[in-house]
């Protein structure tokens, strides 16, 4: 499958950067042996799984996407990585992702695009396009993908496929290269919400390495999926967020998004509006609080420990060498990030800037947690628009950003939050998604009910 749609990557699906098809195969030989032993380590031995390329892997290269980091080798796997291949699950090779996780589209890859397999000529999303597009094409049954403020959850939306992002501290960040460590959390890709919920089990859980893990124990997300799948919701009140609908909507992702409120009540649920004022500012504190962090854990990109390293030649200083591989290395939305974030972290600035970015996140976290006084879990579309046409937005910043409009609060507070597959676009017959969020570490209410809306 992947021979027939990846490639060439001017005109394919180009979901992978690297596959290893040997590695793949004698990983799934093994998970044989082990169920023919009578040993399957977990019900998805011997399945295989695609991995963003911002997780670092000993035996294919990871690149995150970004000519700097191109010909390094990571010394270690990450922690969900190691608990993938401990499982018997097969990592069939990298996607592709925005550079460093940076965008809403895969068109800030170095090296090149990822399409949407609905239609090749749109975005499938970011900056995980190319995990979701996997999935979407049939490539690979499930994938992992990283969100810092919708990377899972929105190329999920518009390639018609499941995405989630767990509860901030419930998987492990060891090994996923850092864009806003505050932020980033790795969650599943799968086409349906129980092979999501059976992949989070595999990675989720405590981690000694990680300093931000949480002890508390993983949320019981197979059996949520499970009891969900019997499509009962009574008891169960869900808030419709009203901050996000209306201007700037698409009326098909609109048409859809009530549809499916319509299905929720059907299934028993209470459905009510719940206004959550704060979500008004959550993009703006995240172009600034993402950035900032992204400035200063990029600085370990000095061309002395990765990858690249340009004008290494005896004719220039180190300093200059460390300009020179960054000015060849880093695409221009790293850059603008790392701008913005260390304008905002600056002295005269931080005050004005940083500092109140931070002060809206607490607004909005004091926002979920009234809004979860009354209700189980808040629901609005995942992204405004559908996939949009490659190019369209490549040289327009904000309009990039406002794809991530309906995400970001959720990392902003650290909460629990998927999407799931909502029907198609009577505007342009493109997929839909329907985001749930939950409370931190009620995980697997936002799977119940995504279960028995699916
Ligand atoms: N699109 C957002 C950004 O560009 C989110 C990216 C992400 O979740 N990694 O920062």
Redesign the pocket.
């Known amino acids: 499958r992947i021979e027939a749609v990846d490639g060439p990557a001017e005109s394919g699906v180009h979901a992978f950067l690297h596959l290893d098809a040997e590695g793949a195969l004698a990983a799934a030989e093994a998970a044989d042996r082990a169920i023919a032993d009578g040993a399957p380590a977990s019900p998805l031995a011997g399945v295989p799984v695609a991995l963003k390329d911002n997780l670092t892997t000993t035996d294919m290269p990871t690149t995150a996407a970004s000519r700097i980091l191109e010909g390094w080798r990571p010394p270690y796997d990450a922690t969900v990585v190691a608990r993938l291949r401990a499982a018997g699950l097969v990592p069939l090779g990298k996607t592709n992702l ?1 550079e460093f ?4 589209s895969t068109e800030n890859s170095a090296f090149g695009p990822s399409r949407n397999p609905w239609d090749l000529t749109r975005i499938p999303g ?2 995980g396009g190319g995990s979701s597009s996997a999935v979407a094409a049939g490539e690979s049954p499930l994938a992992l993908g ?6 899972i959850r ?1 190329p999920g939306a518009v390639t018609g496929t499941v995405g989630v992002k767990p509860t901030y501290g419930t998987v492990s960040r060891y090994g996923l290269i850092a ?1 806003s460590s505050s932020l980033d959390q790795i969650g599943p890709c799968a086409r349906s919400v129980l092979d999501a919920a059976l992949l989070h089990e595999v990675i989720g859980g405590q981690d000694a390495n990680d300093q931000t893990s949480v002890s508390a124990p993983l949320p019981p997300v197979v059996e949520a999926a499970q009891a969900g799948a019997r499509g009962d919701l009574s008891g169960v009140r869900i808030g419709i967020v009203t901050e996000f609908s209306g201007e700037g909507y698409q009326p098909g992702v609109l048409g859809a998004f009530t549809d499916a409120v319509r299905t929720l009540g059907e299934l028993g649920a209470e459905v009510v509006e719940v206004s959550c004022p704060s979500f008004t500012y959550a993009l703006p504190a995240y172009y600034l609080i ?1 950035p900032s962090e992204a400035s200063s854990n990029l600085a370990r990109f000095d061309a002395m420990r990765y990858g690249l390293r340009v004008g290494d030649d005896g004719e220039h200083a180190a300093d200059e060498v460390m300009s020179l591989t960054r000015e060849a290395g880093f695409g221009a939305e790293v850059k603008r990030r790392i701008m913005i974030g260390t304008h905002a972290l600056s002295a005269g600035s931080y005050d004005a800037l940083y500092g109140k970015a931070q002060k809206a996140r607490t607004l909005i976290v004091r926002d979920f947690t009234a809004a979860f006084e009354t209700c189980d879990v808040l629901i609005s579309p995942t992204t405004p628009t559908t996939a949009f046409p490659i190019g369209e937005r490549a040289d327009d910043p904000l309009a990039m ?1 406002l ?2 409009l309906c995400t970001i609060p959720s990392n902003l507070a650290g909460n629990a939050a998927l999407s799931v597959p909502c029907g198609l676009s009577a505007d342009d017959g493109l997929p839909v998604g329907l985001q749930i969020m939950a409370p931190a570490l009620a995980d697997d209410r936002a799977y119940r009910v995504a279960a028995a809306y699916e």
Not at 101 to 104: E, I, P
Request: no cysteine; aromatic share 10%.
């Open positions: 925005d996780a940076m965008g809403s970011g900056s990283s969100d810092t403020g919708g990377s929105q864009f993402a950003y794809a991530d």
